[in-house]
């Protein structure tokens, strides 16, 4: 069993940063990709970014590419999201998953932490 756990979030301005970090409790074949989604209200989750374990492959969502940014440390299995130049319509539950390859539909990811606020104020 592998346990997500996200931490970071908040509120920010418009134009600001912030940075979210994933930590994965173990490693497994199950978890060889990470990825961030994110939720408004109840609405689907919806893809943000994800990332292979290794890092080498990264793939994003046109609605933050040249904005946000997704990065590993594999030392202390942690994934982190860099979040810049921020809009109010970023304003989201932002859910860190990991499954067994890298994905855009929420469907596919098989573990999930519990979610954070992300909140932009224009």
């Known amino acids: 069993q592998v346990q997500v756990v996200e931490s970071g979030g908040g509120l920010v301005q418009a134009g600001g940063s912030l940075t979210l970090s994933c930590a994965a409790s173990?490693?497994?074949?199950?978890?060889?990709?990470m990825g961030w989604l994110l939720q408004v209200r109840v609405k689907e989750r919806e893809f943000v970014t994800t990332i292979t374990w290794s890092g080498v492959s990264t793939h994003y969502a046109d609605s933050v590419k040249g904005r946000f940014t997704i990065s590993r440390d594999n030392a202390k299995n942690t994934q982190y999201l860099q979040m810049n130049s921020l809009k109010p319509e970023d304003t989201a539950v932002y859910y860190c998953?990991?499954?067994?390859?890298?994905?855009?539909?929420?469907?596919?990811?098989?573990?999930w932490g519990q979610g954070i606020q992300v909140t932009v104020s224009s």
């Open positions: 998953a990991a499954g067994s390859t890298m994905a855009t539909m929420a469907s596919l990811y098989d573990y």
């Open positions: 173990v490693r497994t074949n199950r978890n060889n990709a």
